[in-house]
T-cell receptor
């Protein structure tokens, strides 16, 4: 069975500082990995995804993530955050090859401080 | 990008009534749609997966007679909460995949806030 762990429920960071949101997964087969952002009372917006190929994935809004198979991690990073990045961030995994159900992490609340 | 809409965005209903929520893929044909429920400050809980023209597959613990899902076309899925009760109050989010959007990524709607009085 697959699972996703987001260890940090909340991450406060000052504006213009770098941030890393951690995501670890467990799976016995190859996976696809995703990061989504959710603003209050809204749906989820895709930030980036890893399907195959280069392990460093660049997404929207200046975010990037690196797939590390040996550490089973897919941490999300941004070199300089803005107040507008304050939101809930979800990591998700799905098994490749046509199994489409996502397993979501519990989410990390990023709070950017002025 | 792939755009998914939901209607209504908010609904308030009386206990015992039924409520229908629509999920539409606006610029692609969604062969698969998913319905999630999200409690305050919590992650998303998958309720069911529906493929166009087929019966929905419900997750364990989700009452299929209470949460009726129809996926009659490649651009529309509906979730009907029957005989709603206050404990059904929640944020319901749909997602879609397939067609030109690809089958490996889900695109989410903006969600529907249901309040049952």
């Amino acid at each position: 069975a697959q699972s996703v762990t987001q260890l940090d429920s909340q991450v406060p960071v000052f504006e213009e500082a770098p941030v890393e949101l951690r995501c670890n997964y467990s799976s016995s087969v190859s996976v696809y990995l995703f990061w989504y952002v959710q603003y209050p009372n809204q749906g989820l917006q895709l930030l980036l995804k890893y399907l195959s190929g280069s392990t460093l994935v660049k997404g929207i809004n200046g975010f990037e993530a690196e797939f590390n198979k040996s550490q089973t991690s897919f941490h999300l990073r941004k070199p300089s955050v803005h107040i507008s990045d304050t939101a809930e961030y979800f990591c998700a995994v799905t098994q490749g090859g046509g199994t489409y159900k996502y397993i979501f992490g519990t989410g990390t609340r990023l709070k950017v401080l002025a | 990008g792939a755009v998914v809409s939901q209607h209504p965005s908010r609904v308030i209903c009386k206990s015992g009534t039924s409520v229908k929520i629509e999920c539409r893929s606006l610029d692609f044909q969604a062969t698969t749609m998913f319905w999630y429920r999200q409690f305050p400050k919590k992650s998303l809980m998958l309720m069911a997966t529906s493929n166009e023209g087929s019966k929905a597959t419900y997750e364990q613990g989700v009452e299929k007679d209470k949460f009726l899902i129809n996926h009659a076309s490649l651009t529309l899925s509906t979730l009907t909460v029957t005989s709603a009760h206050p404990e059904d109050s929640s944020f319901y989010i749909c997602s879609a995949s397939g067609g030109r959007a690809g089958t490996d990524t889900q695109y989410f709607g903006p969600g529907t806030r249901l309040t049952v009085l």
